[in-house]
């Protein structure tokens, strides 16, 4: 019988909660997350998507982890400004860097549900595996976290083998995804998890599943390739039947699409990897800016420590201070 890992539902819930007309947001450093947005998209049609590219500061896997984790937090302050009733980590990295602050921070406080991506890819290699052999090739900021050896610590009797693959992301990022160079990296990369014998390969980045040709290419067909982004669709509906969230009819809205930095080489690769959902990507200094409708980026620790002691926040006037 295989660990309980499935996704939690939080029932010590906030008076105050989101709606179910609202958008899911979504976010990663760049492209990659668009995989999670695909699965999305075609698992919850009603659904609309508010999509955050942080391409100016990313990719995230090079970065301190606590860079990472600020650059996260305030996108997704700024996404729940914008009123999304759901939140969606659509990076390995930044799942690693923020998940238990995120559930503090928007579950418990504002009843916004958090998915991630390694939780949900766990599960499945978990499910997956047949001689108990799993490999994991993520960022070095992923590997070094060790977010995946630690969630895969309900499944003690797994071996667990880790490789970081810093240059992955940007051939993906610069929209290579075949030819002579990818395939010579994947073979220097994937060459100590052939010698482990495993069965099963994570794919701990959201932007590797776009190169799973050349991944399958040389790990061989005898190997499962497990992508986070169908299961955590998968949890996203979850979450949303259980908060009593999901849309009963299709929204009016398109999905919107949001970068940080150029909107152009974003829009052109995110047209390649999703298709006509992308209609136009529009460029953001702050994704509050977008939608200013909100107040959650204005929220002082003051508040947020009153939110925490059982006070409804009163949001700030001022444009100042974030949480």
């Given at each position: 019988?295989?660990p309980?890992?499935?996704v939690?539902v939080?029932?010590?819930?906030?008076t105050?909660?989101p709606v179910?007309?609202?958008p899911?947001?979504?976010?990663d450093?760049g492209?990659?997350?668009?995989?999670?947005?695909?699965?999305?998209?075609d698992q919850?049609?009603?659904e609309?998507?508010v999509y955050?590219g942080?391409t100016?500061?990313?990719?995230?896997?090079p970065?301190?982890i606590?860079?990472v984790r600020?650059h996260?937090?305030r996108?997704?302050d700024?996404?729940v400004?914008t009123?999304v009733k759901?939140?969606?980590?659509a990076?390995?990295?930044?799942?690693?860097?923020?998940?238990?602050?995120?559930?503090e921070r928007?579950?418990?406080?504002?009843?916004i549900?958090?998915?991630?991506v390694?939780q949900?890819?766990v599960?499945r290699a978990v499910a997956?595996?047949?001689?108990g052999?799993?490999?994991?090739?993520a960022?070095?900021?992923?590997?070094?976290?060790?977010?995946y050896?630690d969630?895969f610590?309900?499944?003690?009797q797994?071996?667990i083998h880790?490789?970081?693959c810093p240059?992955f992301v940007p051939?993906?990022e610069?929209?290579?995804?075949t030819?002579?160079e990818?395939?010579?990296t994947?073979?220097?990369?994937?060459?100590?998890?052939?010698?482990?014998s495993i069965d099963t390969l994570v794919?701990?980045c959201?932007?590797y599943?776009?190169l799973?040709?050349?991944?399958s290419?040389?790990?061989?067909e005898?190997v499962?390739l497990?992508?986070s982004?169908?299961?955590?669709?998968k949890?996203?509906?979850r979450?949303l039947m259980?908060?009593?969230?999901?849309?009963?009819?299709?929204?009016?809205?398109?999905?919107?699409f949001l970068?940080t930095g150029d909107p152009?080489?974003?829009?052109e690769?995110a047209?390649?990897?999703?298709?006509?959902?992308?209609?136009?990507?529009?460029h953001v200094?702050?994704?509050a800016?977008q939608f200013?409708?909100?107040s959650?980026s204005k929220?002082?620790?003051?508040?947020?420590?009153?939110?925490?002691?059982?006070?409804?926040p009163?949001?700030?006037?001022?444009k100042?201070?974030?949480a």
């Amino acid at each position: 019988m295989h660990p309980d890992l499935s996704v939690p539902v939080d029932d010590d819930r906030p008076t105050v909660r989101p709606v179910a007309d609202a958008p899911i947001g979504v976010f990663d450093s760049g492209v990659g997350g668009l995989t999670v947005a695909r699965a999305i998209i075609d698992q919850l049609p009603n659904e609309r998507i508010v999509y955050v590219g942080d391409t100016l500061n990313g990719p995230y896997g090079p970065l301190p982890i606590a860079e990472v984790r600020a650059h996260a937090l305030r996108i997704m302050d700024e996404l729940v400004d914008t009123g999304v009733k759901l939140l969606v980590i659509a990076c390995n990295t930044a799942s690693a860097a923020v998940l238990r602050d995120a559930r503090e921070r928007y579950t418990r406080t504002y009843g916004i549900p958090v998915v991630e991506v390694i939780q949900p890819a766990v599960r499945r290699a978990v499910a997956s595996t047949r001689n108990g052999r799993v490999g994991v090739i993520a960022t070095q900021a992923t590997v070094g976290s060790r977010a995946y050896e630690d969630t895969f610590a309900a499944a003690p009797q797994l071996e667990i083998h880790s490789v970081a693959c810093p240059r992955f992301v940007p051939f993906v990022e610069s929209g290579v995804t075949t030819g002579p160079e990818v395939l010579a990296t994947a073979e220097e990369y994937l060459a100590p998890l052939q010698e482990r014998s495993i069965d099963t390969l994570v794919l701990g980045c959201t932007h590797y599943p776009l190169l799973t040709g050349v991944i399958s290419y040389v790990m061989g067909e005898g190997v499962t390739l497990v992508s986070s982004a169908e299961e955590t669709a998968k949890d996203v509906f979850r979450a949303l039947m259980g908060h009593d969230l999901a849309r009963s009819v299709p929204a009016d809205e398109p999905h919107e699409f949001l970068a940080t930095g150029d909107p152009e080489p974003f829009e052109e690769l995110a047209r390649r990897f999703l298709g006509p959902e992308v209609l136009r990507v529009r460029h953001v200094g702050s994704v509050a800016e977008q939608f200013p409708t909100g107040s959650l980026s204005k929220v002082t620790p003051e508040m947020l420590m009153e939110a925490r002691n059982g006070a409804r926040p009163v949001p700030s006037t001022s444009k100042g201070n974030k949480a």
